[in-house]
């Protein structure tokens, strides 16, 4: 199995300012990915975070609003740049072990809300 | 494109009732499909997986079926408990263009009451 740790669990941040998720994971993984999760709604995929790469980003989601940091196999950051309140979500990040027939594990989430 | 449902949205009983929870999608040409648990503002905590050639997996009270053929999973809850209250969502993990891609359902909100 995998732990991950995600910090902060919750943040209010003004509007115009950035806010940056970190997550580290007890184990090598080579891709992260991170999820935004709007109020009420399902999980959508930012983007992929590979070590030693850019990350890949979904249709929708820019680099210059979502930058993302994977400095090794075992951490990652998010940031939510230039925020505003539509950017109030929860940001999960999350591994997927080939080891356990790619079985999915989150960490336990960033709460933002942005006034 | 693959899409996931959950019917129904929201589902309120009392404590002890035994329940099932649905998931449906639209393309069979799946890897696993894997049942989560989301308490309000939290990640997910991952309750059962279910490999493609597999129809089902028990951990506890908890029982998972794949009907791949159809399209669906059942998610059976048995003799429900207040703390089982929560968001419960699936995820299909399937592959586009080569690469692996997850979609999550809308989810089920549940809730026991004692």
């Known amino acids: 199995s995998a732990v991950i740790s995600q910090k902060p669990s919750r943040d209010i941040c003004q509007r115009g300012t950035s806010l940056t998720i970190q997550c580290q994971v007890d184990?090598?993984?080579?891709?992260m990915f991170w999820y935004r999760q709007q109020p009420g709604q399902s999980l959508t995929l930012i983007a992929t975070?590979?070590?030693?790469?850019?990350?890949?980003?979904e249709s929708g989601f820019v680099i210059d609003k979502f930058p993302i940091s994977r400095p090794n196999l075992t951490f990652s950051t998010l940031t939510v740049s230039n925020m505003s309140p539509e950017d109030s979500s929860i940001y999960l990040c999350?591994?997927?072990?080939?080891?356990?027939?790619?079985?999915?594990?989150f960490g336990s989430g960033t709460q933002l809300s942005v006034l | 494109k693959q899409e996931v449902t959950q019917i129904p949205a929201a589902l309120s009983v009392p404590e002890g009732e035994n329940l099932v929870l649905n998931c449906s999608f639209t393309?069979?040409?799946?890897?696993?499909l894997q049942w989560f648990r989301q308490d309000p503002g939290k990640g997910l905590t991952s309750l059962l997986l279910?490999?493609?050639?597999?129809r089902e997996q028990t951990s506890g009270r908890l029982n998972a079926s794949l009907d791949k053929s159809s399209g669906r999973s059942t998610l059976y809850i048995a003799a429900s408990q207040p703390g089982d209250s929560a968001t419960y969502l699936c995820?299909?993990?399937?592959?586009?263009?080569?690469?692996?891609?997850?979609?999550f359902g809308t989810g089920t909100k549940l809730q026991v009451i004692p």
């Open positions: 975070a590979n070590q030693g790469s850019e990350a890949t980003y």
């Open positions: 393309d069979s040409a799946i890897y696993n």
């Open positions: 999350s591994v997927a072990l080939a080891g356990v027939n790619e079985k999915l594990f």
């Open positions: 184990s090598q993984v080579t891709m």
């Open positions: 995820a299909v993990t399937g592959y586009s263009g080569g690469y692996q891609k997850v979609t």
């Open positions: 279910i490999q493609s050639s597999q």
